[in-house]
């Protein structure tokens, strides 16, 4: 999974099925169970089955939110943006 699919999964409210998949490199019976473990196990801000919440999700694996925050562009000299 490249950056730029996991800036565009985290850059929405809640994961799905599919997104859950993606992340974890699972089927999607597993995305399903983990999603259920998730929203049992955490304040389950949405209350929809199937979905969580982003912050559930990095909540529950206890990631430093920091860590999916968009990255800056950075321009450089002559007008350029550089993604960094």
């Known amino acids: 999974m490249t950056y730029e699919e996991r800036e565009q999964i985290f850059s929405k409210d809640y994961l799905n ?3 859950v998949m993606k992340l974890l490199g699972t089927d999607k019976s597993t995305a399903y169970k983990t999603i259920k473990r998730i929203r049992l196990n955490s304040k389950d801000r949405l209350g929809v089955n199937g979905k969580i ?3 559930d999700y990095i ?3 206890d990631f430093d939110f ?3 925050l968009p990255r800056p562009i950075v321009k450089e000299q002559g007008g350029e943006a550089n993604v960094g």
Do not use: A, G, I, K
């Open 17 to 19: 099925v599919d997104d």
């Open 53 to 55: 919440s982003v912050e």
């Open 59 to 61: 909540d529950f694996f």
């Open 66 to 68: 920091r860590r999916f």
